[in-house]
């Protein structure tokens, strides 16, 4: 059974930095995507980026150029790289995995995903970031 735990979340000014990390734990496919979304309070959860087995990345929109996904494959580790931070990027950021992912499945997730749809198969508990005007 695959385990997500998030951690790196917090305060900070706009225009700063936070780096968020998720530790993967338990089974791990040949295939998969691994990303992270974010929710507002009153909103759909939204795909921020996707980063699959094969190394292919992507960002939505709002993200691109701003937001960094990388991993550890040693530590099993996943992270965002979030830079140039604004009030708007305020929301509760989760990773999330889908082991069962065919090509392109990381670009949907990260570009069109809003809350339903795809076949993530494990949630972290999610880490709270805050970005102040």
């Known amino acids: 059974q695959v385990q997500l735990v998030e951690s790196g979340g917090g305060s900070v000014q706009a225009g700063g930095s936070l780096t968020l990390s998720c530790a993967l734990s338990?089974?791990?496919?040949?295939?998969?995507?691994m990303g992270w979304f974010r929710q507002v309070p009153g909103k759909e959860r939204e795909g921020v980026a996707g980063?699959?087995?094969?190394?292919?990345?992507d960002y939505g929109d709002s993200v691109k150029g701003r937001f960094t996904i990388s991993r550890d494959n040693a530590k099993k580790t996943l992270y965002l790289q979030m830079d140039t931070l604004s009030p708007e990027d305020t929301a509760m950021y989760y990773c999330?995995?889908?082991?069962?992912?065919?090509?392109?499945?990381?670009?949907?997730?990260?570009?069109?995903?809003?809350?339903?749809?795809?076949?993530?198969?494990?949630w972290g508990q999610g880490t709270q970031v805050t970005v102040s005007s």
């Open positions: 999330a995995a889908d082991l069962s992912a065919p090509p392109g499945t990381c670009a949907y997730y990260a570009r069109d995903y809003h809350g339903t749809g795809g076949s993530l198969d494990a």
């Open positions: 980063l699959d087995s094969d190394g292919a990345i």
């Open positions: 338990g089974y791990t496919a040949r295939h998969y995507c």
